[in-house]
């Protein structure tokens, strides 16, 4: 069965300085991997998805994700974060081929706290 | 605001009762998901559907059933609740048609079982 992971529950960051959450999953077939942002009493947004081609995706508000397929991983950055990114990043894959586009596995989530 | 509108936004009852969820879709969006998220599972995937037809189930226990209408509002039922049922329970719309497959998610319904 598919699995995302997620290797940090909790972060706490300084306004300005570098993220990176990380992001593996566990399936050997086709997929396509997306990474969506749920700001307090918000809904989820998506901030950026992997389809096929240029591995390193530009996303909404400077983020970027990067995916290595040897690694199975799919990580999430911003060179320099602000206090409005303070919200729970999720990573999520789906089977291209299983059907529905957003029959999404999703990982735990990843709570990112910025101080000013 | 994704347009997508879930209702109600809070929900408490108790054991044993049952529930209907209301997910009004963006419109033109065909296709309908619901997904659930609590503390011990985290979010999961329970059914979608697409243009009124099931088409893909999850971890939907069988207590649970859903249903889209031919206007494209989709209803889960949650019928013999337990405690462990209380979670936010999400849907999410998507036009699934050639490129146009972006998720858009509504503000869920917070059920609460007591």
């Given at each position: 069965a598919q699995s995302v992971s997620q290797h940090n529950h909790h972060v706490i960051l300084s306004e300005a300085a570098s993220l990176e959450l990380g992001c593996n999953y566990s399936y050997g077939g086709t997929v396509n991997l997306f990474w969506y942002v749920q700001y307090p009493g918000q809904h989820l947004q998506l901030l950026l998805k992997y389809f096929?081609?240029?591995?390193l995706v530009k996303g909404i508000k400077g983020f970027e994700a990067e995916f290595i397929k040897s690694k199975f991983s799919f990580n999430l950055r911003k060179p320099s974060v602000q206090w409005s990114d303070t919200a729970e990043y999720f990573c999520a894959v789906n089977d291209?081929?299983?059907?529905?586009?957003?029959?999404l596995i999703f990982g735990a989530g990843t709570r990112l706290a910025v101080h000013p | 605001d994704s347009g997508v509108t879930q209702t109600p936004k809070h929900l408490i009852t108790a054991t044993g009762q049952r529930v209907t969820l209301r997910c009004s879709p963006r419109s033109g969006d065909l296709s309908v998901y619901w997904y659930q998220q609590s503390l011990d599972q985290g979010l999961q995937f329970l059914i979608h559907y697409y243009n009124g037809e099931e088409r893909a189930k999850g971890?939907?226990?069988?207590?649970f059933s859903a249903q889209q209408f031919p206007d494209l509002h989709s209803e889960l039922n949650l019928s013999s609740?337990?405690?462990?049922?209380?979670a936010l329970y999400f849907c999410a719309s998507s036009a699934d048609r050639g490129t146009n497959t972006e998720a858009f998610f509504g503000q869920g319904t917070r059920l609460t079982v007591v």
């Open positions: 096929s081609g240029d591995p291209r081929f299983s059907g529905g586009y957003n029959k | 971890n939907i226990l069988e207590r609740l337990e405690l462990g049922d209380s």
